[in-house]
C-alpha cells in the first residue's frame, strides 16, 4: 500500500509485570495497523530484568546479553525525532531487586548477588551497577521534558455516565493524617541559586575534626536552584513512637505512607525506623542479633520473619513480634486473608496510590480482621502531608465526592532533566558521624550547611533553570488552551519554593502573562494546603483547576484526583513534550500490577486495563504526523480516539472475575472499533478499503473470537517467569484466539 509523508518510527517499551504482559496482546494490534501507514513499531527492553542484564555483560553469554536500552532512548529523548510510548515499569526497592536478581539466576543468568555490605572492590562495583538500577532509575533518564497530565474528555464523560464507586464519609471519622512539624525535611530545608556555571563537593565536617567527602562532583549551570536538607533521627523517632501511642488510643489503624520505591535511599530508611519503632521492646531485646544474620527493618517486616530461621532462637524472636503486634495498635493490612501488614514491605504501600484509595474508601484501610476501619496515616515528612488532611476534613464536612459531576484537576509537572527530588537520590546519606554537612563551591565557599548527628538522612538536589522556563510556558500554554484556572502549588514559606516563587514572577511576563489576571489568564500561586483547598471547593462545582507543581506533588496530584474522578490514574493522558522538540507518551500508573500478574498465572486471566495504552497511542501518532507531515498518522490518531470513545461507551474494559473480558478481550474490541472507523473514515480511500476487509471479519467472527478468549480463563497459566516471562510462553497466553491473530496477520 502506498504511504504519505516520511519514513516514521515510534519506540514502544517493554516494561514489567502487567503492562509487560498487555503488551504481547496489544503489540500485534499496533503493529499491523501503523504499518498502513507507512509507521515503524519498534521495541526496546527497559523493564527490570533487562536493565539488570544490560549492567553485566562481561558475566553472560552473547546470547544473553542485551544492549543498555534506557541509556540509548535517554540520549533519543535529547532529540527533535524521538517518539516514545512509555509503559509503567517496576521503581525496584530493594526486596524486589534481589527477587528480580534471584529469578534470572534461575534461569541461567551469572549474576552476582547483591551486596547489602560491599567489603570487596569487586562487590563495591557490583553494588555500584544494582544501585543504578533500583529505585526509580527510569524516569529521570527519559524525562527531557516537563509533563502535561489530564483526563481526555472521552474519559471524563464516561465517568460522569458511569461514575464508580466512592465510600461513604461520616463527619465521626477519626481518620487523620499525622506528620512532623520540626526537624523533617520541609523545616530543614536551605536553598541557593547558583550565580554561574560551577562544580560543588558535599563535605561532612565531623565533630573529632576529620572531613569526609560525601559527593566529590556536582556539576550545575548558572540560574540553578540547588537545595539542601536533613531529616533528624531523634525527633523521627520520637515522634514515631507518638503515633503508635495515639493509635493505640484512639483505637484506630496505625498506617505508614512512603514512597519507597522513588525515594530509593531515604524512605526506606525512614520506613526501617518505622519498624524499629513499632517493634521496640523486639528490638531493644534482639536487635544485636537480627543484625548479624543480616536482617534489616529497612527491606520490612517480612523479610525479617523470613529470616528468623536463620537464628537459634529464631522461634523466641517470631513469638515476640507476635507479642507486639497483639498488644500495639492494629496495623493497617496489604493482605489480611495472608497476615501482610502495612510494615511487610517498603514497596507494598506507596504514599501516592495508598492515600487516595484509604480517601475513596471512606477513609478507611483494612484491618487484621479483613474488615474496614479508621486509620491513623503517618507520613513522616510535612511537605506535602498535609494536602491529604485538607482533603479529608473536606469529606469529613461535605461527604464523598461525586464522579458524576465532579470538575477536574489537570497537572503542568515540573520534571525535565531529573527536577528537584527525584534527582536527589545521589545525593542522600545516612550521616555516620555528628558535624557540620556543608555544600561548598570550587572556589571553597560554603553555600548551605547543616548541623547533623550520626543517623539523620541528609539529601541535596537541584533543578536546572531551563525545565523551571520550560514549566511555567507549558502552563501558560495550557491555562490558554483551557481558560482554567492555572494554580502554582509554591509555598513562599519554604526555602526552595520561594527561589521558584520569583523565577516564576521573572518568567511568566515572557508569555505575555502574569499573576493576578494579568494577560487575560487566572494565574496564581498558592501554598500546598490552600491550592488544594481552592481546587476542591471548585471540583464540587464542577470547575475545573490546572495544578502547575514541582516534581513530587506531580506524582501525588496524578493519582490523588484521578483516582477520585475516574476511578484510576491509569486513564489519565501522560504528554511529556520534550524540551528538544520530541514527545514522550506515557501510559498511566502501574501500581496494581503485581496483583493482576498473581491473578493471570492463578487463573489466566489478566485485569490490566489498557486504556492508558490506547490514549498514549493516539497522541505519539497525532505528534507523529505533525512532525513528519505523515497524514495517515493522523488519521490513525483520529480514528483510534473515536474508537476508544466507543470502546468506552460500550463498556469494553476488563472486568474483575473470570468469565468475564479481560485485557485480551478489550484489546479485540479496540481492534474491531478502530478498524471499523478506519474503513468508515473519507480522507483516504485506500486505506479505508484496507481496513473494511479487516472490519468485516473482526464483526463477522466477533462470537468465535470471544470463545477462543474465554476459552483458556480458569485454569494456571505459565507465563515462564514475573520479572522475565519467557517469551513464547507468554505470546502464547496472551494471544489465545487463532482466529484474531490470522486476521491481524491478513492485514
Known amino acids: ?149 489530564r483526563a481526555p474528555a472521552s474519559v471524563k464523560n464516561y465517568a460522569r455516565k458511569h461514575p464508580h464507586r466512592m465510600g461513604a464519609w461520616s463527619a465521626d471519622s477519626r481518620t487523620e493524617v499525622a506528620h512532623m512539624t520540626a526537624d523533617d525535611f520541609r523545616s530543614s530545608e536551605k536553598s541557593v541559586v547558583v550565580p554561574a556555571d560551577d562544580t560543588l563537593r558535599i563535605e561532612l565536617h565531623a565533630a573529632d575534626g576529620s572531613v569526609t567527602v560525601l559527593k566529590e562532583s556536582v556539576p550545575v549551570l548558572a540560574g540553578e536552584v540547588v537545595d539542601a536538607t536533613a531529616m533528624k533521627v531523634g525527633p523521627l523517632r520520637a515522634f514515631l513512637a507518638e503515633q503508635v501511642r495515639r493509635a493505640k488510643a484512639d483505637g484506630v489503624l496505625f498506617s505508614v505512607h512512603l514512597k519507597a520505591t522513588m525515594m530509593k535511599v531515604s524512605d526506606p530508611i525512614i520506613f526501617g525506623h518505622v519498624v524499629r519503632t513499632f517493634f521496640a521492646d523486639v528490638f531493644e531485646r534482639y536487635g544485636a542479633d537480627l543484625a548479624a544474620a543480616g536482617l534489616s527493618p529497612n527491606d520490612g517486616l517480612g523479610g525479617i520473619l523470613a529470616g528468623l530461621d536463620k537464628l537459634d532462637n529464631g522461634a523466641e524472636i517470631k513469638a515476640a513480634f507476635d507479642r507486639a503486634l497483639a498488644e500495639g495498635p492494629e496495623l493497617a493490612m496489604v493482605d489480611s486473608d495472608r497476615g501482610i501488614t502495612n510494615l511487610h514491605v517498603p514497596s507494598d504501600v506507596i504514599v501516592d496510590a495508598s492515600m487516595p484509595a484509604m480517601i475513596r474508601t471512606s477513609g478507611h484501610m483494612w484491618g487484621p480482621d479483613g474488615a474496614e476501619h479508621d486509620t491513623l496515616a503517618v ?81 541535596a538536589c537541584q533543578t536546572k533553570d531551563v525545565p523551571i522556563r520550560d514549566w511555567v510556558k507549558l502552563a501558560v500554554t495550557r491555562a490558554r488552551a483551557t481558560g482554567a484556572p492555572a494554580v502554582f502549588w509554591l509555598d513562599e514559606n519554604r526555602a526552595h519554593d520561594a527561589n521558584l516563587i520569583e523565577k516564576v514572577k521573572a518568567y511568566l511576563p515572557e508569555h505575555g502573562a502574569g499573576l493576578d489576571g494579568e494577560g487575560g489568564l487566572q494565574l496564581s500561586i498558592m501554598a500546598p494546603a ?153 480522507e483516504d480511500a485506500e486505506l479505508a478499503a484496507a481496513f ?30 514475573y520479572y522475565r516471562p519467557d517469551d513464547a510462553k507468554a505470546s502464547a497466553v496472551m494471544r489465545p484466539s487463532a482466529t484474531l491473530n490470522a486476521a491481524l496477520a491478513a492485514l
Open 1 to 149: 500500500m502506498a504511504t504519505t509523508g516520511s519514513s516514521s518510527k515510534i519506540i514502544y517499551t517493554y516494561t514489567d509485570e502487567a503492562p509487560l504482559l498487555a503488551t504481547y496482546s496489544f503489540l500485534p494490534i499496533i503493529s499491523a495497523f501503523a504499518s498502513t501507514a507507512g509507521v515503524e513499531v519498534e521495541t526496546r527492553d527497559i523493564s527490570l530484568a533487562g536493565r539488570i542484564i544490560a549492567q553485566f555483560p562481561e558475566r553472560l553469554t552473547e546470547q544473553q546479553r542485551q544492549p543498555d536500552a534506557l541509556a540509548e532512548l535517554g540520549e533519543l529523548a535529547k532529540t527533535p525525532e524521538a517518539n516514545i510510548i512509555k509503559l509503567p515499569n517496576i521503581s525496584a526497592s530493594i526486596p524486589q531487586l534481589k527477587a528480580a536478581i534471584k529469578e534470572l539466576q534461575a534461569q541461567g543468568y551469572d549474576l552476582p548477588d547483591y551486596p547489602d555490605e560491599p567489603k570487596t572492590d569487586e562487590q563495591r562495583a557490583d553494588r555500584a551497577k544494582y544501585d543504578k538500577v533500583k529505585g526509580s532509575a527510569v524516569n529521570p533518564v527519559l524525562r527531557e521534558g516537563n509533563s502535561d497530565r
Open 379 to 459: 507520613i513522616p515528612d510535612s511537605s506535602y502531608a498535609a494536602i491529604y488532611q485538607v482533603m479529608i476534613d473536606d469529606c469529613k464536612a461535605h461527604g464523598a465526592y461525586d464522579p458524576a459531576t465532579m470538575g477536574s484537576v489537570p497537572n503542568v509537572g515540573l520534571m525535565a532533566q531529573a527536577a528537584e527530588e527525584y534527582g536527589s537520590h545521589d545525593k542522600t546519606f545516612e550521616i555516620p558521624a555528628d558535624g557540620t554537612v556543608r555544600v561548598v563551591d570550587s572556589a571553597g565557599s560554603t553555600l548551605i550547611e547543616h548541623e547533623v548527628s550520626a543517623g539523620d538522612i541528609w539529601r
Open 530 to 682: 490552600e491550592a488544594i483547598a481552592f481546587s476542591l471547593e471548585r471540583i464540587r462545582r464542577g470547575e475545573d483547576t490546572i495544578s502547575v507543581t514541582g516534581n513530587v506533588l506531580r506524582d501525588y496530584l496524578t493519582d490523588l484526583f484521578p483516582i477520585m474522578e475516574l476511578g484510576t490514574s491509569a486513564k489519565m493522558l501522560s504528554v511529556v513534550p520534550l524540551i528538544n522538540g520530541g514527545g514522550l507518551f506515557e501510559t498511566g500508573a502501574g501500581g496494581s500490577a503485581p496483583k493482576h500478574v498473581q491473578q493471570l498465572v492463578k487463573e489466566n486471566y489478566l485485569r490490566w486495563d489498557s486504556l492508558g495504552e490506547f490514549l498514549a497511542l493516539a497522541v505519539s501518532f497525532e505528534h507523529l504526523a505533525t512532525a513528519t507531515g505523515n497524514a495517515r498518522a493522523q488519521i490513525l490518531a483520529d480514528t483510534l480516539d473515536r474508537a476508544t470513545g466507543t470502546f468506552l461507551d460500550e463498556n469494553k474494559s476488563p472486568a474483575r472475575k473470570v468469565g468475564s473480558i479481560d485485557n485480551r478481550g478489550s484489546h479485540f474490541y479496540l481492534a474491531l472499533y478502530w478498524a471499523r472507523e478506519l474503513a468508515a473514515q473519507t
Open 692 to 721: 473494511a476487509g479487516l472490519a468485516r471479519t473482526l464483526g463477522e467472527q466477533e462470537e468465535t473470537i470471544n470463545a477462543e478468549l474465554l476459552g483458556v480463563q480458569g485454569q494456571p497459566a505459565d507465563i515462564g517467569g
